[in-house]
């Protein structure tokens, strides 16, 4: 699903993505340690919630 996102990346899946990245980052951060690990983890899921939202250009 949203683990390698692409160039080629069917915006027509962005609300379903869009739903499921943003519930994996609310729960990585309440559950943050500061290990470095997990700050990458929300780092990764940061940058691709961005990308699914500027290749789709999709407005907050």
Same mark, same amino acid.
């Given at each position: 699903?949203?683990? $390698? ?10 609300? $379903? ?25 929300? $780092? ?17």
């Amino acid at each position: 699903m949203t683990d $390698n996102l692409e160039s080629n990346y069917n915006c027509a899946q962005a609300g $379903n993505d869009l739903h499921e990245l943003q519930q994996q980052l609310n729960s990585m951060q309440s559950s943050s340690n500061g290990s470095k690990e997990q700050q990458e983890e929300i $780092n990764r899921l940061e940058n691709q919630i961005r990308f699914i939202k500027n290749k789709c250009d999709i407005n907050p």
